[in-house]
């Protein structure tokens, strides 16, 4: 009988770690099917958050096959800003922003959960794309708007679509 018992036991522990492993198994692909989605989610849409007064702004328009595009202003003290735009590139919670312009400006910010939030230390070539009372270090962005109109809903420093000319192909 006591036998019979601990085989019991030790059939039915068998089982149970079988349905862990299916159950954890199950779980893992899940968490990859999220993770995938988040790489491959369109980027394009309107970003934006306040200062004061000032509505900062990031714009996005995802061109497919990884091209996307931005443009971003963001204020700073006494109606000084920072302004550009140039190429985009999410790598999991990464975004990528390099400026095109006269100098080298590749910012590495967080996206998570349609927020866009770029690093307290930004490399010194990006100060070029800035007034001298504003920085680009910290600033946040929320997602407000999904779609190519959205995107085109900001506008640069004289009130011209921020984004015009990086429509999707």
């Known amino acids: ?3 019979l018992l601990i085989a019991l036991l030790l059939l039915g522990a ?10 954890s198994g199950a779980e893992a692909e899940a968490n990859e099917a999220v993770a995938d989605a988040v790489r491959t989610a369109s980027l394009t849409g309107l970003y934006e958050g306040r200062v004061g007064d000032q509505t900062n702004q990031l714009c996005i328009i995802d061109r497919g096959s990884g091209d996307a595009r931005f443009g971003l202003v963001v204020w700073g003290g006494n109606m000084h800003s920072c302004s550009g735009s140039g190429g985009a590139i999410r790598d999991d ?3 990528r922003l390099t400026m095109a312009g006269d100098e080298t400006c590749t910012i590495e910010a ?16 990006c100060s070029y794309y800035c007034g001298a009372r504003a920085r680009l270090n910290g600033a946040t962005f929320r997602r407000s708007g999904t779609t190519a109109e959205d995107a085109m809903k900001a506008v640069d420093l004289v009130g011209e679509p921020l984004c015009a000319g990086m429509s999707p192909q």
């Open 93 to 95: 919670g990464v975004l």
């Open 1 to 3: 009988m006591k036998r």
């Open 110 to 125: 967080a996206i998570e959960g349609g927020v866009v939030t770029l690093p307290d230390a930004v490399p010194d070539g």
């Open 14 to 23: 068998c089982g149970t770690s079988e349905e862990q492993a299916n159950r």
